[in-house]
DNA sequence: ACCTAGGTGATAGTGATTATCATCTGGTTA
DNA sequence: TAACCAGATGATAATCACTATCACCTAGGT
């Protein structure tokens, strides 16, 4: 079988260990190790929905009441900054269209977003042949290649050279 | 050669072809083929940019300077439901996270935006092997499935059977 | 030419996210 | 251990993309 749905059973042991790893990893980032950033990770971790902001908010409440809105949006997307969560799609900021119908899949530029087509027949074959995965009906799909284009590869570079921090 | 960048210059005649059977497909869809849904189909079939809404509003309000971006706003959803665009990404809505952070994919329901993960070690072995890609670099990359989750699945099979429209 | 369902423009409203800023605190240093 | 301060947080205002509303308009069938 080449195309597997996670097993949820996972989730438990994984988060464990990214858990006891997390505070040594902060500081690798440079970041302070906070009980809302821990309280943050925990329910991310803890979760297999995908959640959105507002729901880790609500799941961390629980426990901090104080919490606001706004440190759970600047945690999550800290937490993606230094590698210890990611974004389901990059792309979430706004509707972006295409008038291109036959089936393709897209390059993203990580820092300016330009987006260009691109061709994989092999992929598409792939999942031709797969209309069911679990509990879900295969209808379509759409890669998302990060990338970084020639001009935002040439400013980081430069940026570089003259001693900014790449980040 | 598996991954190739669409090549720009197909746009032109693509474009041509779409525009010539633009107001048959609106019509088979339902649709009246209005001066403004004429002039934002072919300002979207121009573009290779994978534009946003405004950048739509901004290049047809040239030629129609009354139109309103509320027109184009609908009028892009109306194409995608029609099957005359399509989005980027269906994920656009709000940011979703994802604890997990080892490389994965997704399988989101088009319906109640459920998203579970999956695994494709094939297609992570294919792009392994693909460093560039035209004027890009890239890092890596998300698979977005669409899908039917059974419950959403059930619901449509249930409106069907007493006599609710699919759509 | 006439009718009407559906489309449009103007604008108010909503919901997610970000900015601002005063206050607080983790973690380093004395 | 206390004192310090860069960075973190909470409260809230602001922004931005998008949707709802509604009076008026028009495409396309009669």
Redesign the pocket.
């Known amino acids: 079988m080449e195309l597997q749905l996670v097993n949820e059973r996972r989730r438990g042991p994984y988060a464990a260990k990214r858990l006891s790893e997390f505070?040594a990893r902060?500081?690798r980032g440079?970041?302070?190790?906070?009980?809302?950033?821990l309280a943050i990770i925990k329910a991310l971790l803890g979760s297999g929905e995908h959640p959105?902001?507002?729901a880790i908010f609500a799941a961390v409440r629980m426990q901090?009441p104080?919490?606001?809105?706004?440190?759970?949006?600047?945690?999550l997307?800290?937490l993606c900054e230094i590698g210890e969560a990611r974004k389901v799609t990059m792309l979430?900021?706004?509707?972006r269209y295409d008038g291109n119908i036959t089936p393709h899949h897209h390059v993203v530029c990580v820092k300016c977003r330009r987006i260009r087509d691109i061709e994989i027949p092999r992929l598409d074959r792939l999942l031709a042949g797969q209309s069911e995965l679990g509990e879900f009906t295969v209808l379509g799909s759409s890669l998302e290649i990060h990338a970084l284009c020639e001009e935002c590869g040439a400013k980081r570079a430069k940026a570089n050279r003259t001693g900014k921090p790449r980040r």
């Open positions: 505070a902060c500081r440079g970041l302070a190790v906070t009980p809302q950033r959105r902001a507002d901090h104080h919490i606001s809105l706004a440190t759970v949006h600047r945690t997307e800290t979430h900021d706004s509707a």
